[in-house]
Nanobody
Framework: QVQLVESGGGLVQPGGSLRLSCAAS????????MGWYRQAPGKQRELVAA???????NYADSAKHRFTISRDNAKNTVYLQMNSLKPEDTAVYYC?????????????????WGQGTQVTVSS
């Protein structure tokens, strides 16, 4: 059993900052990419940022120059530092990871999702 547990969401004023964390736990053999997605009311879920196991990053245009994704491979944890937050960043943020379990031993990987954490940017 693999779980992704997110933390760090909340209410922040425009221009403020938040740091999201997501820890993967359970019977994990290996993790490839880890990332953050978000879904605003009435909109589709979209990629915010992703990072590979060797540190290569990818950002949505809306996140560039404001958000920074990082990961600690020893802790199976991914972070999203969000600065200069705007009201349009309001959404539920979901952690995602491409994980091979101890049973799979790297032969195949499955997509796992966290339960989501609410980020609200409002004055």
């Amino acid at each position: 059993q693999v779980q992704l547990v997110e933390s760090g969401g909340g209410l922040v004023q425009p221009g403020g900052s938040l740091r999201l964390s997501c820890a993967a736990s359970g019977s994990i053999f290996s993790i490839k990419a880890m990332g953050w997605y978000r879904q605003a009311p009435g909109k589709q879920r979209e990629l915010v940022a992703a990072v590979t196991s060797d540190g290569m990053t990818n950002y949505a245009d809306s996140a560039k120059h404001r958000f920074t994704i990082s990961r600690d491979n020893a802790k199976n944890t991914v972070y999203l530092q969000m600065n200069s937050l705007k009201p349009e960043d309001t959404a539920v943020y979901y952690c995602n990871a491409d994980i091979s379990t101890a049973q799979a031993m790297g032969v195949y990987f499955d997509d796992y999702w966290g339960q989501g954490t609410q980020v609200t940017v409002s004055s």
